[in-house]
């Protein structure tokens, strides 16, 4: 899982541990990794920059080693709620670094891991996504992040007609308006956005693909 040593990654990790899975979990600093597994049995920590492939390649060399296939990829790492920002007047280097992140972030890691996904015979891509990239309801702020996920959006589609023969399944899951660091205060509690996630890891065969979903109910597009 990616961009999970806080808030909505950290506390799925903690739920898949509960249920007695084994989870990887990932942040860009070792340490931060480190100190996040404390306390989970399951978890293992490894340090991954989606936006470096160097890191990339090297996060799929060592699952591949440690575990030797991968059944469900969460890509959940996200930058740049910018709240502040107008489409009209966006400072475009923000909206750079949102999609290097948000969308060529998650496609990098995809990439890298779907050979041991296609391994596990019933792979899973969880790409944590946001309602802010519906374009039924899309306005004109946010638009770095909404822009990003919107895109990730399209990235779920396409690898899902993709990867259907493989079995894998891959969804976009709007976990809500969760209080985390980046929601801020007075969103759902960050248990309830992470079991929102949760729904699409545990899918199972036959189960949806190429969907926008949240608390297992399909999202307009």
């Not at 293992?44 to 469900?72: F, H, I, N, W």
């Not at 399944?169 to 205060?185: I, K």
């Amino acid at each position: 899982m990616t961009g999970a040593n806080r808030g909505i990654g950290h506390e799925l990790v903690r739920q898949l541990c509960q249920a007695g899975d084994t989870v990887v979990l990932t942040a860009r600093d070792m340490g931060k990794a480190e100190r996040a597994v404390a306390g989970l049995p399951g978890a293992v920590p490894m340090r991954l920059d989606v936006t470096d492939q160097a890191s990339v390649d090297a996060l799929a060399r060592e699952v591949g080693k440690r575990l030797g296939r991968l059944d469900v990829l969460v890509n959940n790492a996200a930058v740049h709620y910018d709240t502040w920002q107008w489409a009209g007047s966006a400072d475009l280097d923000v909206v750079r670094e949102a999609l290097e992140t948000n969308l060529l972030g998650a496609w990098r890691v995809t990439l890298a891991l779907l050979p041991l996904l296609r391994e596990s015979g019933h792979g899973r891509v969880v790409n944590v996504s946001s309602e802010l990239g519906s374009l039924a309801g899309m306005g004109g702020g946010t638009p770095a992040y909404a822009v990003s996920k919107t895109a990730l959006n399209a990235l779920t589609r396409m690898l899902a007609a993709e990867l259907r023969p493989d079995g894998v399944l891959v969804n976009a899951v709007c976990p809500g308006w969760v209080a985390t660091d980046m929601g801020g205060p007075g969103g759902r509690p960050v248990a309830e956005g992470a079991r929102s996630v949760l729904w699409a890891v545990e899918l199972p065969d036959g189960g949806p693909t190429g969907g926008f979903f949240r608390d297992g109910r399909a999202l307009p597009w």
